[in-house]
């Protein structure tokens, strides 16, 4: 059972343009959504985080925008740069220690300049 | 550059045989994750430690897998032994306070089984 949904599986975007990424989720107690990204023969790396509290998080080019009533998140990447070419992975967990994030199955963006 | 270190980067086994890789987390992180993430980059998560404890790990690794994270020495992860479906780069992470928050992680051991 898939809990944590990403689509589209790739997508390629020109430079400058903007990038919309999907997530959905199963699990209602999740409370905590982090991006992770990850370029190739990198180890994934957080780029984004945000908590149901919010319905938007915002850091650079890059914002969350969340919807809690339908378990829905989207990660937009404004002004896309071909720096930004990497596999991102949605993720949640329900929090505390012994929790183990659980990842969707990312989307791998490629921006051409 | 990650302050995770996996070692080997890269192992190659035959199916049946022992596998072992090992990981040190980031100086001051007590809680350690063990991933497998497959050639579709799928996530599979496996255990985790607050310090030598285990605080959650799935079914499989309660049969070919065992790991360990004992103090003042690497924490590894071992496959008893090993099969095809194995093949896969184990990914190692750390954590000053559990999933919550940042996750750092190693470079990965791809363990390919022949």
């Known amino acids: 059972q898939q809990q944590v949904r990403q689509s589209p599986q790739s997508l390629t975007v020109w430079e400058g343009e903007t990038a919309i990424l999907n997530c959905s989720y199963e699990?209602?107690?999740?409370?905590?959504f982090p991006w992770y990204w990850q370029f190739p023969r990198e180890s994934p790396a957080l780029l984004i985080a945000i908590r149901p509290v919010s319905n938007k998080k915002e850091d650079g080019r890059f914002t969350i925008f969340f919807n809690k009533r339908e378990k829905k998140l989207s990660l937009h990447i404004t002004d896309s740069q071909p720096g930004d070419s990497a596999t991102y992975f949605c993720a949640a967990n329900t929090g505390g220690l012994s929790g183990k994030l659980t990842f969707g199955e990312g989307t791998q963006v490629t921006v051409i300049s | 550059n990650s302050k995770v270190i996996q070692t080997p980067r890269y192992l190659v086994k035959g199916q049946g045989q022992k596998a072992k890789m090992r990981c040190i987390p980031e100086?001051?992180?007590?809680?350690v994750f063990w991933y497998q993430q497959n050639k579709n980059n799928e996530f599979k998560f496996l255990i985790n430690f607050q310090n030598q404890e285990v605080l959650q790990q799935i079914d499989m690794t309660e049969k070919r897998f065992s790991a360990e994270c004992p103090s003042n020495s690497p924490c590894s992860l071992e496959i008893q032994s090993s099969e095809a479906g194995d093949s896969a780069l184990y990914l190692c992470?750390?954590?000053?306070?559990?999933?919550?928050?940042?996750?750092?992680f190693g470079h990965g051991t791809k363990l390919s089984v022949l």
């Open positions: 992470a750390s954590s000053l306070q559990g999933t919550n928050e940042r996750l750092f």
């Open positions: 699990d209602s107690t999740f409370d905590y």
């Open positions: 100086k001051g992180h007590p809680v």
